[in-house]
């Protein structure tokens, strides 16, 4: 069924009695050509390009829960590509102009907004490196601009520009930047998916690999055996937990990041602002909560929820920039587990094991990545050659010495 | 997160630095035929496990001493804590 505006309003006559279930929901079959393990938005784009452009095969999504009840669920639905090194420019700027199609592509509304990101300059080193940064952004043809403190204080009049410790000096801004409705991401990819034939098998947990000579021949599950020519990992937050039952160690620790939102309010917030001199972002839903969040909790941790001097953190940062923010009364805080890499960029690669596949290490990025990683994971998965864009991301990348350390902190997940 | 330090007793979290699992403590002999390999998996590869963990925590605000705590990934409940030393110790460095 092809949803468009004509549809609603011939429902709306009608009685809504013609909406149909976005997707199947099938048994499993007992042989596939690819399992792809996770129903997040990752797995389920990776389905989707991979049942469009790579051919017809007999393709199965596995997800233990719920498709986007994960990190899809659970993030603060950034996006954007201002990013300084060449491992990790191309690859997020194709993501951004894949955003920018996407709901025609997938037609689903996915709410994507270009409402602009904003980082804040507070110093003059910050501003040298922001430059910079811009400049690798514009050769890369993702569009930056320097912005001044007089063109910040006209969108954003009521930060805290005269701050005694940290006065706003200026900004990066990509206008092409924003927000997407994350739930709807999921939704949309598992609908197209489902529409090229693709099994979404929810309630059905990888409870092992099947390997053999070298070779994986498919996964056990809690619903039984399940064959696979391919098997892909897709789980970013629980990669290692999996991985380990393959018998693999991942430069990866798990690490629990929060997120906060406020009650509704007013249009206050135009665009995604982050601040320079601590760690926090923020930007407004569409329903009115401001959305924000700041540093991961740094110990390992897979429990879903966070501590307090984190939270004492974002929201003092938060109060430095945003004065206002302190009558806004919070609503909800929460947490989801994320890959940690060691140097702070993702992984999709082949493993040791033949037929068996892994991508995750998003750290606290992998929203934004959501399209160019189902189609890097997609092109690898079919052709077994990684996607240009994604010729870095490889697991052998630490043992030769080829880091992608965005933020220049050192190979070690704590410092990211 | 509360970290009953075997010295000075239950202190904040908020006091320490946190590094990683404390298999850090151990680290490969830079002679052996293998070192490159054995160098790789020491400083990228983890076990990252959900459930039980034993790990490094400095008390970098407080008396800097090295700690093992071992702590559940999944509920952050703390079961021991043990001065870096003593554990390293008695699994055999002598230094």
Redesign the interface.
């Known amino acids: 069924m092809r949803y468009s505006g004509f549809r609603v309003i011939k429902e709306a006559l009608t009685g809504h009695k013609g909406w149909g279930p976005a997707w199947r929901d099938p048994e499993p079959q007992p042989a596939y050509d690819y399992v792809i393990i996770g129903g997040g938005g990752h797995g389920l784009a990776t389905a989707y390009y991979l049942a469009k452009h790579y051919g017809k095969a007999r393709i199965a999504v596995l997800e233990k829960g719920w498709i986007g009840g994960g990190n899809v669920g659970r993030n603060t639905t950034i996006i954007r590509s201002n990013y300084l090194l060449d491992g990790n420019e191309p690859f997020y700027e194709m993501s951004l102009q894949m955003w920018e199609r996407l709901e025609q592509e997938l037609n689903y509304n996915a709410m994507v907004s270009q409402r602009g990101i904003l980082n804040l300059i507070h110093s003059d080193a910050q501003r040298d490196a922001f430059v910079r940064r811009g400049n690798a952004m514009i050769l890369n043809g993702a569009g930056a601009e320097m912005l001044s403190v007089a063109q910040i204080r006209k969108r954003y009049p009521f930060l805290n520009f005269d701050d005694a410790r940290f006065p706003i000096k200026g900004g990066l801004a990509q206008h092409r930047g924003g927000t997407v409705r994350h739930d709807a991401v999921a939704w949309g990819y598992a609908r197209a998916a489902d529409s090229y034939g693709v099994d979404i098998i929810q309630n059905c947990e990888v409870t092992g690999f099947r390997i053999e000579n070298g070779t994986c021949k498919g996964v056990e599950t809690s619903r039984g055996f399940i064959a696979a020519r391919k098997v892909a990992s897709c789980v970013a937050g629980?990669s290692?937990?999996l991985m380990?039952k393959a018998g693999m160690?991942?430069?990866?620790?798990?690490t629990v990041l929060q997120a906060f939102v406020t009650e509704g309010l007013k249009p206050v917030l135009p665009g995604v602002i982050t601040f320079g001199a601590g760690h926090f972002y923020a930007s407004q839903s569409d329903k009115g909560g401001l959305v924000f969040g700041g540093d991961p909790d740094?110990?390992?941790?897979?429990?879903q929820r966070g501590?307090l001097?984190v939270i004492e953190d974002v929201i003092e940062s938060g109060m430095a920039l945003i004065p206002a923010l302190g009558r806004a009364r919070l609503l909800r805080i929460w947490g989801g587990i994320m890959d940690m890499s060691?140097d702070g960029s993702p992984i999709i690669d082949r493993t040791h094991i033949d037929g068996l596949y892994f991508n995750g290490g998003w750290c606290y990025g992998g929203f934004k990545a959501t399209p160019a990683s189902g189609l890097c994971y997609a092109h690898l998965l079919a052709t077994d050659t990684p996607h240009d864009t994604a010729k870095a991301y490889r697991f052998d990348r630490?043992?030769r010495g080829y880091m992608i350390d965005e933020k220049g902190m050192g190979?070690?997940?704590?410092l990211h | 997160?509360i970290i009953n330090h075997p010295l000075l007793g239950p202190r904040d979290?908020?006091e320490f630095?946190?590094?990683?699992?404390a298999a850090l403590i151990h680290r490969p002999d830079w002679q052996a035929e293998d070192a490159q390999d054995q160098f790789?998996?020491y400083?990228?590869?983890?076990?990252?496990?959900?459930g039980e963990?034993r790990?490094l925590w400095f008390h970098e605000s407080g008396d800097r001493s090295w700690l093992v705590v071992t702590?559940n990934?999944?509920?952050?409940e703390i079961s021991k804590v043990e001065l870096a030393r003593d554990v390293a110790r008695s699994e055999g460095r002598s230094r």
């Open positions: 629980s290692s937990r380990s160690r991942l430069p990866i620790e798990s740094k110990y390992n941790s897979y429990a501590n001097p060691m630490f043992r190979a070690q997940p704590n | 997160m979290a908020q630095t946190y590094l990683g699992d790789h998996d400083l990228y590869l983890r076990d990252n496990p959900a963990h790990e702590r990934t999944v509920t952050h």
